[in-house]
């Protein structure tokens, strides 16, 4: 989870969605081929580069396309053509939380495994029922263990809920109008056939 969230990790999907929008548009013919063949090879960025650029120019996104540029050297001007910071920012944002609902749901998994042994487990042993604070009718610790699992099962069916809602991203351009950027450049970078103003992500 560390990882995820770390700098880097979330610079290297700002860099995937760029070249995904690189490669829809060299589709569209409005890239060379050469020059995304060059964004391909040489797209990169340092941190410490991206921090010391945002320094002076006081944005991220800026700081980091300068850092890339440094790397790629001409054909950079290819890279974030038609774009708007907010299709990279928030479409990052949900490849970072869908990753991040991945890894929570595997543990809910193990969770679940953990809770239904030890209901088993437990289904003979006697403890104390509590209710409004205090002690109620005897209950056995596994049913204990039974309701947290069941509660836990409810929590995954959220999670994965959540999961579906947040996995979408777009590609539309300044303020989402596609004044500046083909919609068929959403499409093609979703990788899916479907139109939509909200593409699933892959």
Known sequence: MTYIWNSENRFKKWLEIEVLACEALAAQGKIPAESLSTIRERAGFDVQRIDEIEETVKHDVIAFLTSVSEKVGEDARYIHMGLTSSDILDTSLAVLLKEASELLIADLDDLLVVLKDRALEH????????????????????????????????????????????????IAGAVGTFSFIDPGVEELSSGTDTPSFFQPLP
């Open 123 to 170: 289904k003979d042993t006697i403890m104390i029922g509590r209710s409004h604070g205090i002690h109620a009718e005897p209950i056995t610790f596994g049913l204990k263990m039974a309701l947290w699992y069941q509660e836990m099962e409810r929590n995954r069916t959220r999670l994965i809920s959540a999961k579906k809602t947040i996995s979408c991203g777009k």
